[in-house]
Structure formats: C-alpha cells, structure tokens
C-alpha cells in the first residue's frame, strides 16, 4: 500500500464514510487519497456487477487527482472541502475526455472536449471523481430501465428498480460504491431515486447551480444536484457547485449560504406546511405512516405544523408532459449524426441519414416524448396544449407562492410508493409519470426540494421525505431535513 | 381516439423520426393515453394566466424596468475582446462520424 498506508477498509466500515470521514482519513494519513480510490474500485469491480450502476470508470483522472490531494497531504497543507472524496457523476455531465453516453446508444462513442460546470468545481475541491453513472437515457424515466446500456438494480433488493432517472447515483451511494455522486432532477429525477435507495437527494432552485455542461432534456426544467449519505454532505457537496457562472446564463447571481453551518440551526419555530393534495389517494399507506411520524417527529421538536392547499397539484403531470417533452424535442433536434454521435452507415440522403440515425439509436421512451412534444408544439395544436400548459405551470407556481407566504417548507412524501419491481411498469408509460406525482412541481414552479429517508416498509424498503421551500432558500431545507434525519 | 396512424406519421416526420409498422402502431396507443390524461387541464380557465416559459421570470427580474433590461442580472458586459475562444479544428472534428479533416461530412444533400 501507498506510503505504507492502511486501507480504509481496514479501520472503518465504507457505509460509514461521510465526506468529512473521507477527508479527514486521507487529511491525517490514515490512508492515501490513491488507496481509498483503489479501495472504491475493488468495491466497484466485486459489488457493481450485480448492481450496475457504473457505465465508465475514470481511474487515471482518478489517480492523478488522488496524488494531487495525497501531496497536499504529506506536505500537511490542508485539503480542500472534498479532498480525496470519491464520487461518481451521472453520465448526462459532459467529462473531458472520459465517454459521456446520457444512457442513450446516439452517444455511445461521445468523448467530451470540455468539463461541465459542476463536475470541474468538485473536482477543484479536491473530489476524485471515480466514474459515470448509470441512468434512463437522456434522464428521461422513474426506474432506470430506460437506459440503452443496463438496468440499475436496486441494492436493497435486487429484484427492484432503484428509481430514476438518477438510478445510478442513488445504487452507487446506497452501495456504499462511491461516498457521494452528482444527479439531475427535472421532474423528480434525484428525490425519487434517493428516497428508492435510502439516501439523501438535493435538488436545488433553479439557477442555483450551473447547467453548462448538463445534456439538456428540458432546459427549463434541468437541475443538477447531490445525492449523498447524509444531509451534512449533500450540504457541503451544493455549497462546492452553487453559484453564478458566466457560462450558464440562467444561473443565479445570488450569494451562496454556508449550508453546513445552516443546517445545525435548530428548527424550533418554524412553521411547516402540510398538504392535503400530497396525501391523498394513490398514496401506499406504509409509505403515508411514515409521512406522518415524520411530521410528529417535527412537531415535537418545536415546528409549528400547519395545513395548506396546492390545489393544483392534479394537473402537474399533465403539465409536466407537456413543457417537458416540447423542450425534449427542441434540445433532441441536435442529434441528428453529423458532428458526433451515431450515424446511420446504410443512407443515401442527408434526409435519410437523419432520420435512420435516431431511429435506430433512441429508445422507445425518448422516441415517445420526442413524438409527444413534437405533436404538443405542432400547428394546430400549440395553443390546446404547449400554452396552455405553460398558462398552468403559471398556476402551479401561485400554489407554491401562496403557501410561503404561511408557511417557510413543506413536508410530502417523496414517492406515492416504495422501490417498485422490474418490469411492472415498462408496458405502461401513464402509470410509470405517474410515479412522479409528487415531485414534477417543485421543478416546474423552480422551487428547491430535498428526499431525506424517514423509515422503511415491512419489506425493509425505504421511504423518502420530501421538503419543498421556497426560491433559494435551501438553507431552511437542510435544517428540516437535518433534523428529520437525526429523528428517523 | 384523438391521435390516428396518419398524425403519428406526420409528427414523425416534423420530428425527423421514422418509426417501423409496429412502433407507429404501439405510439398511436400510448399518445392516446396520455393525451387523454393531459386533457384534463382543459377544465381549467386560463383566459387571464400570464403563459410561465421560465422559472426565472419568478425571481431576479427587475419589474421597473422594461423588455430585455429586466433580465439585466442574467447577461454580461458585451466586451469586445470577450469572445471565447473556440474549440481548435482538431479537437472539434474528432467527435465527427466522417470528416475530411476540415469540414463534416454527410451524404448528398439534394435529393433527386
């Protein structure tokens, strides 16, 4: 071993590894940054195999930066924030030089001439980054199996999706296969997965975080955010990529709290909203006991728990179907086999060639919302359903609006259901939306929201809690989650 | 039924897709069901809802001000030696399913 350093397996259990535990280790020479990524890799290559939530491994950029940080480390400077951290990203974040697929088979050969945002500000605080996360193709599905490569399965049970479109991240962190992972959420794509897997997933507000580099679905609706064992380091991991960038004009000019310290604030005298819309039917009724003991949990601590009404939340799928797969078509349009990507070997025409090369390397789900959201923008039919979706994400919006103005977060769940089967809703794609019931309007309206686990089914299956506050105000939400997560 | 066979065949072709016989007929189906579940928001009255294209019209706008100067807080000084600079030929290119080494390269254009 490097230095004649110990393996971390040696002194410590991974599932016990948070980003400070990580750090510290390679601070104090515990062991390298070179042997705890290695340590990570022999944990990929035993555990991953029956899992699949790895689609490339990055480990010379791995090592290299693990050297970095493990020199700063001899030297006794002090590391960055995520010094030796190893993390994984979902493969819809553009890598230099390291294949980046978005799940899809159109981007099989892909190899990034540039960094996205994100990703680079990580690895600027010192995270290695170990490799590209498995996810439903172009982050378009609830339970990974829209990915051209693999299913991901769920490491609680193997016979269950671990979510999506996030699947890969979630697995990996649940699986002890990487200590923290950056996902995408557009309509539920991180809290989903994380409350499948038993983790902790932040999506911020809109604009929060870059999405230079992000492969656009729905760019109005895209955001990037961790996915983490604890509420502490998905707080340290958003505190490392918020912020403005000058290559993301979306991206908020708004000073970035210190999270960490946030969190810790006790959350005595807040007021928490509950919403009737949220627990209503079509929620498990496991999932609906925990929901409950979780919002006790948060009245015995001090919250001041009060009721509110969303009362458009029944028209937030239809909504979402709509802005979402109208901007997929837009974004989609580029992937037409001319300066990367698959091309159709057999054309005769440039016509031919476009259409041959996505018709024979998009899957089934991305082909549907390219077809949906092409017929939504169509003449004749832009008004019925492209504006006037829009005119309800208005509407949507107010509910969110009017709500904080009573109250400063409010608890849901974050799935209708824990972790479904594989295969029980492939046949289906209204009943697999569906599984987005909660989540799709915190993107639509722009708001932040966080999954935290609160309890298990009889099955030993997770539940996720879902906080949703207000533009820009994550900070509450690490505190309500915080403590949800010391309770749980 | 609202989407038949030959709407799917036009969106299709908007959409530069073909679509083989047997997934032309299974998107019939599925564009069925969920336009049947989107209708729904139809029971809603939105003659006088502002359209919402952005989430940060929500935030950051300056309401004094007018047309794209309300979006101040997302646009930069227009420097003039501010460009980026672009990917080098090489590096552009390599990605490419066909190049010459200077352009793309595709199959004929026009067709006849």
């Not at chain 1, 908020?252 to 627990?279: C, F, M, Q, S, T």
């Amino acid at each position: 071993m490097a230095n004649g350093q110990r393996r971390i397996t040696d002194f410590m259990n991974l599932d016990l590894l948070t980003i400070d535990a990580a750090r510290s280790a390679v601070q104090e020479r515990k062991t390298s940054a070179a042997a705890l990524a290695e340590s990570f890799y022999a944990k990929i290559e035993s555990d991953d195999p029956k899992i699949g939530a790895f689609l490339t491994l990055s480990k010379e950029r791995a090592l290299g930066k693990a050297s970095e940080m493990d020199a700063l480390a001899a030297k006794g400077e002090k590391l960055p924030p995520l010094g030796g951290v190893p993390v994984g990203i979902k493969d819809v974040m553009v890598t230099k030089g390291i294949r980046t697929t978005a799940g899809s088979k159109i981007l099989g050969n892909y190899v990034p001439p540039y960094d996205c945002t994100a990703v680079a500000r990580l690895e600027a605080a010192g995270a290695v980054v170990l490799g590209k996360l498995n996810c439903d193709e172009f982050a378009m599905g609830s339970s990974n199996e829209n990915s051209a490569w693999k299913p991901v399965h769920n490491p609680r049970d193997l016979a269950r999706v671990p979510g999506g479109s996030s699947g890969g991240s979630a697995a990996a962190v649940a699986a002890d296969m990487a200590v923290a992972a950056l996902g995408s959420d557009t309509g539920g794509s991180i809290r989903q997965p994380a409350s499948f897997c038993g983790v902790v997933g932040m999506m911020p507000t809109y604009g929060r975080v870059s999405r230079y580099g992000l492969i656009a679905f729905a760019s109005s609706l895209d955001h990037i955010g961790p996915l983490t064992k604890t509420v502490k380091d998905a707080a340290i991991v958003l505190r490392t990529i918020a912020g403005r960038d000058p290559m993301d004009s979306t991206s908020a000019d708004v000073p970035v709290p210190d999270y960490v310290a946030e969190l810790e604030k006790p959350v005595r005298g807040l007021r928490i909203g509950v919403a009737k819309e949220y627990l209503g039917e079509g929620l498990d009724k496991e999932v609906r006991n925990a929901i409950e003991a979780a919002i006790q949990n948060l009245a015995k601590q001090g919250c001041e728990i009060v009721q509110v009404s969303l009362p458009h939340t029944k028209y937030a799928i239809p909504t979402y179907y709509i802005v979402a797969t109208a901007e997929a078509s837009s974004n989609l349009a580029r992937f037409d086999g001319v300066r990367y990507g698959y091309r159709a070997p057999d054309a005769r025409t440039l016509s031919e060639m476009y259409r041959r090369s996505r018709d024979q390397a998009f899957g089934a789900e991305v082909k549907r919302r390219i077809m949906l959201g092409t017929y939504a923008l169509s003449a004749g039919y832009y008004d019925a359903y492209y504006l006037k979706a829009q005119k309800v994400r208005t509407l949507l919006t107010r509910d969110f609006e009017e709500a904080f103005k009573k109250v400063d977060a409010i608890v849901a769940p974050t799935s209708p259901t824990a972790a479904f089967k594989l295969g029980e809703k492939t046949d289906d794609p209204l009943a697999m939306y569906l599984a987005d019931i909660y989540t799709v309007t915190a993107d639509l309206a722009g708001i932040p929201g966080i999954s935290v686990p609160c309890g298990e089914t009889k099955e030993k299956l997770p539940i996720g809690l879902q906080i949703l506050g207000r533009h820009f105000d994550e900070s509450t939400l690490f505190r309500v989650a915080h403590a949800s997560e010391q309770a749980a | 039924m609202k989407v038949t066979e030959k709407d799917v065949a036009y969106v299709a072709d908007l959409g530069n897709l073909e679509l083989t016989a047997e997934e032309r007929t299974r998107m019939v189906r599925d564009l069925n069901s969920i336009l049947d579940h989107i209708d729904s928001l139809s029971e809603l009255d939105t003659a006088n809802v502002q359209p919402m294209a952005q989430v940060s019209d929500r935030y950051g706008v300056d309401q004094s001000k007018q047309g794209s100067e309300r979006f101040a807080y997302a646009s930069r000084e227009d420097v003039h030696e501010g460009l980026r600079k672009s990917l080098p030929h090489d590096v552009a290119l390599k990605n490419a399913p066909d190049s010459d080494g200077t352009f793309f390269k595709v199959p004929k254009v026009i067709e006849r």
